[in-house]
Each structure stands twice: as C-alpha cells, then as structure tokens.
C-alpha cells in the first residue's frame, strides 16, 4: 500500500549564458506516494560489502516515477536522484522492476 508521500528529485545539468558565464544546475522536483520499508538484514550487510550504506526501500509507481519540463514544445525527462521523506535526503543507489509496473527504489541516507 503506498500511503506515504515522498519528494523526488534531480539536478539539472549546468549551462552558460551569453556572456560565457556557468548558470548552475537547478534542482526540478515532484512529489509522489510510495510503500517505504526499512532496509533487511541482508540487504544491509550485502550493500556495506558493495560499499554502500543502504538504509531505505521505496516502492513506487513506474509512471510516478518520472521528472519532466516543458519548455515551449520541448520536453526534457530527468532521471530523479534524490529522494526526501520525512525531512532526511537520500540518494538512490539503485533501482529494479519489481512486478507489474512498480520500482523498488534502495537508498542511502545523506549526513
């Protein structure tokens, strides 16, 4: 059951004005629902093996789960990054189909 609200996000790539100066990147950033679950024993422990403290699973919506602008009649899709629930950032260390059309979405916690 997703009845949790979580907040996506991704960065957009940096690009120069006309006098040659880098605008940074900005952040785009959507909120969907999500199934959250803490990360398993061996999942944990597997991850720390792999480099990589996992802490969180998100279970999302395949269509959710897309970051898109339009601009004019140009629409530009962003691969989000980032997830923030319950005021922690996590960043997403992978992602993998589970089922029909669901994503599970393993993360680890930002300091």
Same mark, same amino acid.
């Given at each position: ?42 999942? #944990? #422990? ?23 602008? %339009? ?6 899709? #962003? ?9 922690? %950032? #996590?960043? !997403? ?16 916690? !930002?300091?």
């Amino acid at each position: 059951m997703k009845n949790e609200t979580i907040k996506i996000s991704a960065i957009k790539s940096s690009t120069v004005d006309a006098d040659g100066f880098e605008i940074p990147g900005t952040t785009i950033e959507k909120t969907i629902y999500a199934q959250v679950k803490s990360v398993g024993y061996g999942e #944990y #422990y597997e991850g720390l093996r792999a480099g990589i403290m996992a802490s969180m699973i998100f279970k999302v919506n395949m269509v959710d789960f897309c970051l898109s602008e %339009t601009v004019g009649q140009i629409t530009t899709h #962003y691969k989000p990054t980032h997830i923030v629930y319950n005021g922690t %950032t #996590y960043k !997403i260390v992978r992602q993998y189909k589970r089922g029909f059309g669901f994503l599970e979405l393993t993360c680890e916690e !930002i300091e």
